[in-house]
């Protein structure tokens, strides 16, 4: 089987995949791999609850483990700080997998989440940030509509707007490459429904050997109720004024919130938008997660 390539510019309002051409990966690197709203900033946490191996380990996730591929400041500054960077390094990204380096030495973790629960989450996100032109860039400005999520067809460079056929981009990208030893697909439901079962599978596949004291403990420190309490730690930018309320980044971490939201007419145009787009195996997956096949 071809292994993934890195071949494919993704340019953006936020987005430039270029910004990757320079780095410089460890053996040991963790790839956090996630769609916008799918379990980024929880599967940092988690991560490093991992590499630091305690739950008072002082760090801010998002901080130290930086969003690579995001054009907010020079590349330059963001590489010399991973390359500076004592310990076990998980990095960030929302690109598809064409995108992104590819080492078979590193560890793939990717998560996503029913895109229905993606929609919603995005209006609170983009809602809760005070830059709304930015907002506005990946989740839609306030007239955005569930049907227009629906609709488009990706560009590469014209990249960032999030959307039903981008979140259907992003998993085709990775799902031929989910029997590799170091690509390991999560799901946001059974993160939900078994975060001690996740937490205890990510420690497995990134080489981590934990206590199940440690388990315990690592995972009520990474409930959603946990993170929300301190949002100032947990919440990329934390403290910095991005949000309008840091609490508020962590407004729902439920899963089927798109339940009594969404017309049966609408579920009905998604489900069959879900058909055009995926496979039925993957869509199956998209929607309900559940343990996969290697």
């Given at each position: ?105 590193c ?34 400005d306030?007239e ?16 960032d ?26 799901h ?27 388990l315990?403990?690592?995972t ?5 109720g946990?993170?929300k ?55 199956r997956?998209?929607?309900e ?6």
């Amino acid at each position: 089987m071809q292994l993934p390539q890195q071949g494919q510019h993704y340019l953006g309002p936020i987005t430039d995949t270029k910004r990757w051409d320079n780095f410089s990966s460890r053996d040991d690197d963790i790839f956090i791999c996630t769609p916008p709203k799918c379990g980024t900033t929880w599967t940092q946490a988690i991560c490093a609850l991992l590499v630091f191996g305690k739950v008072d380990h002082g760090q801010q996730p998002a901080v130290i483990s930086p969003w690579v591929d995001a054009s907010s400041e020079p590349i330059e500054p963001v590489l010399e700080r991973i390359d500076a960077l004592p310990h076990r390094r998980f990095l960030k990204t929302h690109s598809p997998f064409d995108g992104i380096p590819y080492r078979p030495e590193c560890t793939y973790l990717v998560i996503f989440r029913d895109p229905r629960d993606v929609f919603f989450s995005g209006q609170n996100h983009r809602d809760n940030m005070k830059n709304q032109k930015l907002a506005a860039a990946v989740f839609g400005d306030e007239e955005s509509t569930f049907d227009e999520f629906l609709v488009g067809t990706p560009n590469p460079l014209a990249w960032d707007l999030q959307t039903l056929p981008m979140l259907a981009y992003i998993l085709d990208s990775y799902w031929p490459y989910r029997h590799l030893p170091n690509v390991h697909l999560h799901h946001y439901s059974d993160m939900t429904r078994d975060l001690r079962g996740a937490i205890g599978s990510m420690a497995s596949e990134t080489g981590v050997d934990i206590s199940d004291d440690q388990l315990d403990a690592f995972t009520q420190a990474a409930s959603f109720g946990a993170m929300k309490v301190n949002a100032d730690q947990y919440a990329p930018n934390g403290g910095a004024g991005m949000w309008k309320a840091d609490s508020k980044f962590f407004a729902n971490g439920t899963i089927g919130q798109w339940e009594d939201r969404l017309t049966t007419e609408q579920q009905d145009k998604f489900l069959v938008r879900m058909g055009e787009l995926l496979e039925p195996e993957p869509a199956r997956w998209l929607l309900e997660g559940g343990t996969l096949d290697r």
